[in-house]
């Protein structure tokens, strides 16, 4: 009996571990990033595009200032923008904010971050692990999940 309940307590606690992996959600005070995902074009690309969804549910606007990561030598924030017909990357520098209440979602052809300078090959299923950094809600550690065009998720 006591080995049934050690096998119990064991299984329990692994489910408690993987289920937050499996949501692939984080929080940082009133504010929750949803499914961060890095695209490449290949494996082996040297820049990549992250995409996530940011939801405030706090009373007061929040902002996201930055993106930072060992994983390359820079990551910006950016937006797409449509300038007489030709899309257009524009550089989010003063950041993003975050609406009370609201919702902002990085996506392909709008907000995204540029990972700029990858040091190593990104092969579905790798996760870049980054630190989002807020006005007030402060900084946050997450992990981007490599993903092809084909497995992408929506938001």
């Known amino acids: 009996m006591a080995g049934w ?13 993987s289920a937050p992996a499996l949501a692939h959600a984080y929080k940082a005070g009133a504010l ?13 690309s040297k820049t990549g595009a992250g995409y996530m969804a940011i939801t405030n549910k706090g009373k007061a606007a929040d902002r996201l200032l930055s993106v930072t990561t060992v994983a390359s030598t820079r990551s910006d924030l950016h937006g797409t923008i449509n300038q007489g017909g030709i ?8 950041g993003v904010v975050i609406p009370a209440g609201g919702m902002v979602v990085f996506a392909p052809g709008g907000l995204h971050v540029m990972f700029i300078g990858l040091k190593a090959a990104v092969p579905p299923g790798t996760m870049i692990k980054a630190r989002l950094n807020f006005e007030k809600a402060g ?14 998720h929506t938001h």
């Open 5 to 17: 309940r050690q096998r119990s307590a064991i299984a329990s606690l692994m489910l408690a571990v």
């Open 32 to 44: 929750v990033i949803d499914h961060p995902v890095i695209r490449v074009a290949s494996p082996v």
């Open 87 to 94: 899309m257009k990357m524009r550089s989010a520098a003063g």
């Open 139 to 152: 900084s946050v550690d997450v992990a981007f999940k490599a993903e092809t065009a084909a497995g992408a």
